[in-house]
């Protein structure tokens, strides 16, 4: 199974600030990645898939880009409510895996 | 709009079977258009896909899990299950629902892709 990695697992920022993550897969996924937000106690919501397309309703403040192996979400200016945990996950192959995981914390 | 609603027992017993049912209202399981996934998150932990099914009982289960898993359909209430035998404390978990949009399409099959809507989720516990 294809592997995924993300980084940082975890990092605090403030509100207005633009955040990056990165998620790194073990093998070539072409573009097949989506990007997931969780919030405590709820379920994960999907903001983008292909990458870098955009979830209908989904602020454009999130972005995605990357292909290949390695890909990155970023938020261009963080706001109260993207205080969350954002997976990004591979459709490439079976079966379908998430990466482990990056909790945006306030500072 | 589609909206799922998992639902079942939340206290299984080791070495039991656990059974959930995943309701679709707003939209017909019977569509063609989908997938139908089970995924599951250990308290505290990581995301693991289960298994989808489509409406005609083609199923496919991640290999970790397949000795144990049966996905089910029935299309007459919009509704599909799993069930996982012989559980574990490790099997303690929210379970998910989701909706799977058909990733890549060979002439002949197309893999699972994202996964949009999700039910709230249903903890399950397993202890005696």
């Known amino acids: 199974a294809i592997r995924m990695t993300q980084s940082p697992s975890s990092f605090s920022a403030s509100t207005g600030d633009r955040v990056t993550i990165t998620c790194r897969a073990s093998?070539?996924?072409?573009?097949?990645l989506a990007w997931y937000q969780q919030k405590p106690g709820k379920a994960p919501k999907l903001l983008i898939y292909a990458a870098s397309t955009l979830q209908s309703g989904v602020p454009s403040r999130f972005s995605g880009s990357g292909s290949g192996t390695d890909f990155t979400l970023t938020i261009s200016c963080l706001q109260s409510e993207d205080f969350a945990t954002y997976y990004c996950?591979?459709?490439?192959?079976?079966?379908?895996?998430f990466g482990p995981g990056t909790k945006v914390d306030i500072k | 709009q589609v909206q799922l609603q998992e639902s079942g027992p939340g206290l299984v017993k080791p070495s039991q079977t656990l059974s959930l049912t995943c309701t679709v209202s707003?939209?017909?399981?019977?569509?063609?258009?989908?997938?139908w996934s089970w995924i599951r998150q250990p308290p505290g932990k990581g995301l693991e896909w289960i298994g989808y099914i489509y409406y005609s009982g083609s199923t496919y289960y991640n290999p970790s899990l397949k000795s144990r898993v049966t996905i089910s359909v029935d299309t007459s209430k919009n509704q599909f299950s799993l069930k996982l035998s012989s559980v574990t404390a490790a099997d303690t978990a929210v379970y998910y629902c989701?909706?799977?949009?058909?990733?890549?399409?060979?002439?002949?099959?197309?893999?699972?892709?994202?996964?949009?809507?999700w039910g709230q989720g249903t903890l399950v516990t397993v202890s005696s």
């Open positions: 996950q591979q459709y490439y192959s079976y079966p379908p895996v």
């Open positions: 093998q070539g996924i072409s573009s097949y």
């Open positions: 989701a909706r799977d949009n058909l990733g890549y399409c060979s002439s002949t099959s197309c893999l699972p892709g994202e996964f949009d809507p």
């Open positions: 707003g939209g017909s399981i019977s569509s063609g258009d989908y997938y």
